[in-house]
């Protein structure tokens, strides 16, 4: 797993430009605060000042090592899966989950996208599909597979030129299985995993063109119920003479909702990406500084929408992304902190990218 060190949302010219003149200075500790030649000892312990700036260093240290852990960290792991990637509002978003071999958008293409067999596109903003041909082209270059890429059907067209428009310029092959999947459609990734999209509500400026997530089940046998009280050597005999025995049960694990207003949530249809295992979804404005109706307006959410429909939340894990990059990290935090109480699923950020208020 790649290690990276934590950048400006604001300032991401590249894909995870770090440098190293811009790694934080840790706080100094206390054992490296000075005292004045002329000042003795006991006279600047005497100074109430001094010791409250010990406090304060002791404090502002502890809050600095918990934010560099959020952020270094690069893998999250939720009921059985892994999760990693970077989703800052307006920047890029690309969830990989390689567990799945798939990423959700693609946002610039980070490196550890490459190796992810599957791509979901929600819609055709250029922070969520911007990397598409370097992912092709890389995964071309290291002799990889062509991918699966999944795309709404009203932007398959401008899909296609767009990688025309690639192959033109650069001359090259980008080899890939571009796969228009609607609402309501069912694919199969393996023999046990397949992928439903649900409606979301972006804004888009064709209405023509849509906004999709996608629900990702596993899939098993079960016995019918009306076979339940035969033995094993009865169940074989009926198998054996071409008896239709099971059952295919499909289980919701993975929901991802894309750049969407909360309306998907009060939609009956998107049941399952509110009972999934996990549901990874957006919360672009956590305060009072962006209302509501700003949020609505630019197709997004606002985390009180999210505490407001809570009881709709069956998830077991709920993984919050796509904030926008006016936050640091201790404003996420103390966000989810806010929407924990409200559900009985673990409630979890996405910070990668994220600055703390105590790096510089």
């Not at 000892?41 to 406090?55: D, E, T, V, Y």
Request: aromatic content about 6%; some cysteine; proline content about 6%.
């Amino acid at each position: 797993m790649q290690l990276s060190l934590p950048t400006s949302p604001s300032k991401l010219p590249t894909i995870f430009p770090f440098h190293p003149s811009s790694i934080p200075k840790t706080p100094q500790s206390p054992h490296h605060l000075s005292l004045q030649p002329h000042v003795g000892p006991l006279n600047a312990l005497k100074s109430a000042g001094f010791l409250s700036s010990i406090s304060r260093a002791i404090d502002e240290e502890e809050e600095y090592r918990k934010a560099r852990a959020a952020v270094v960290r690069k893998g999250i792991d939720l009921e059985g899966y892994t999760i990693e990637g970077v989703s800052i509002g307006g920047h890029e978003t690309c969830v990989i989950i390689p567990e799945l071999k798939c990423a959700f958008d693609i946002g610039r293409c980070p490196t550890r996208a490459i190796q992810q067999n599957f791509v979901f596109i929600t819609h055709g903003h250029l922070d969520h599909i911007g990397g598409l041909p370097m992912y092709v082209a890389s995964r071309g270059l290291y002799n990889l597979k062509p991918p699966t890429i999944f795309v709404p059907p009203s932007i398959k067209e401008d899909v296609e030129k767009l990688f025309e428009i690639h192959r033109s310029l650069g001359n090259v092959e980008l080899n890939l299985d571009l796969v228009a999947l609607d609402v309501g459609e069912t694919y199969e990734m393996r023999n046990d995993i397949v992928v439903r999209p649900f409606k979301t509500h972006h804004v888009i400026p064709s209405q023509l063109r849509a906004s999709q997530g996608y629900v990702i089940y596993s899939v098993r046998k079960k016995l019918k119920k009306q076979y339940i009280h035969l033995k094993g050597k009865q169940i074989e005999k009926l198998k054996k003479s071409g008896v239709e025995i099971t059952d295919i049960v499909l289980s919701p694990e993975v929901a991802f909702t894309g750049d969407t207003t909360s309306e998907f949530m009060l939609n009956p249809r998107n049941a399952d990406a509110l009972r999934a295992k996990i549901l990874i979804t957006e919360a672009t404005f956590l305060d009072d500084e962006m209302s509501i109706e700003h949020a609505q307006q630019h197709g997004h959410t606002h985390l009180s929408e999210i505490i407001e429909n809570a009881k709709w939340i069956r998830n077991k894990a709920v993984l919050l992304t796509h904030f926008s990059s006016r936050y640091h990290i201790e404003d996420i935090r103390q966000a989810v902190l806010k929407l924990q109480s409200k559900v009985s699923a673990k409630v979890v950020p996405l910070t990668e990218g994220f600055k703390s208020v105590y790096t510089s």
